[in-house]
């Protein structure tokens, strides 16, 4: 079942044109990356749908109703500029969001210890948040966003400013956040991030909605017959029955890597027969697209090599 749903929306702010008649389905229960470049509309649709926003055309659905108000209480949002009362106390400001959301002090107090411990964090609970690094406000305000359970979270780039360990602290909590039932929607950059968490993605470039679906049958539209075989000898190109895009040596004496494409009426068997009766294969393997190689070409149209 989708969680969110999108229709028809537009976004104009004086002659700047956000968004354009967006239609999104986010299902229920995945970890859904929306990408674009800068400026291309991720954040206004972000703002639509935490209400901070309203949209000059279109509606957003909650579990097929309209959303309202009242439903933000379902969400927990981590915007891009984080925003923390710095001479405020860690823990005090900890409780007073987590009440903002409907949690009883003592029920807050229990929850936000078993986060703190998590993160390696108790002895910050009497601390300033001034005192402390950006990475340990990024992780004080990630727990203000999940702390109350949310069926929704829309975090805005979460691995911002986050080093390689604290970024896959975050990973791993997100992954086991969808595990109990949530679904987490994020804008980000980093497409090996995509890469690793997303199961849907969807991506906006001038305002519009350009690509939608899971991240699996994307990249599985995306593929172009394309190997890599690293064989001994060199492999000439004359009156072979496919496309040699590259050959280049390797560091071993007489080894060389050759990109090849294969005719449409090819098959891999058939290839490797071909190949075979012209130099040793050392390995062979098929050229998946990755996320970045799908960004760049929806966006630019260009095939990254």
């Not at 749908?49 to 439903?71: C, F, N, P, R, Y």
Request: glycine share 6%.
């Amino acid at each position: 079942m989708n969680i969110l749903s999108i229709h028809n929306t537009s976004k104009r702010f004086g002659d700047h044109l956000a968004l354009r008649n967006v239609n999104l389905e986010i299902p229920g229960q995945s970890i859904v990356g929306l990408l674009g470049p800068n400026g291309a509309g991720k954040t206004t649709l972000i703002r639509i749908i935490t209400q901070i926003i309203m949209a000059d055309e279109g509606e957003v659905q909650i579990k097929g109703k309209k959303i309202s108000l009242d439903d933000i209480i379902r969400i927990g949002y981590l915007p891009e500029e984080r925003g923390l009362y710095k001479k405020m106390q860690v823990g005090e400001q900890l409780l007073y969001l987590a009440e903002l959301k409907g949690l009883r002090k003592k029920i807050a107090k229990e929850k936000l210890r078993i986060w703190l411990k998590k993160f390696n964090a108790l002895e910050w609970w009497n601390k300033k948040v001034e005192d402390l690094s950006k990475g340990m406000q990024q992780k004080i305000q990630f727990i203000a966003t999940v702390i109350h359970e949310p069926e929704l979270i829309i975090l805005d780039e979460p691995f911002s400013g986050f080093d390689p360990i604290n970024a896959s602290l975050i990973r791993d909590e997100l992954l086991e956040i969808r595990k109990n039932g949530a679904t987490i929607l994020f804008s980000t950059h980093r497409m090996e991030t995509v890469e690793e968490l997303c199961d849907y993605i969807a991506l906006i470039h001038k305002a519009e909605k350009i690509l939608e679906g899971p991240k699996n049958r994307i990249k599985e539209s995306y593929r172009s017959n394309t190997y890599i075989v690293d064989h001994k000898r060199i492999l000439s190109s004359n009156g072979r029955p496919y496309q040699i895009l590259s050959q280049v040596p390797l560091e071993i004496p007489d080894h060389f890597r050759t990109t090849i494409r294969l005719n449409p009426n090819m098959s891999t068997n058939q290839l490797i027969s071909e190949l075979i009766r012209h130099v040793e294969i050392v390995s062979f393997q098929e050229k998946v697209p990755t996320m970045h190689d799908i960004f760049i070409n929806a966006v630019t149209g260009k095939v990254h090599e």
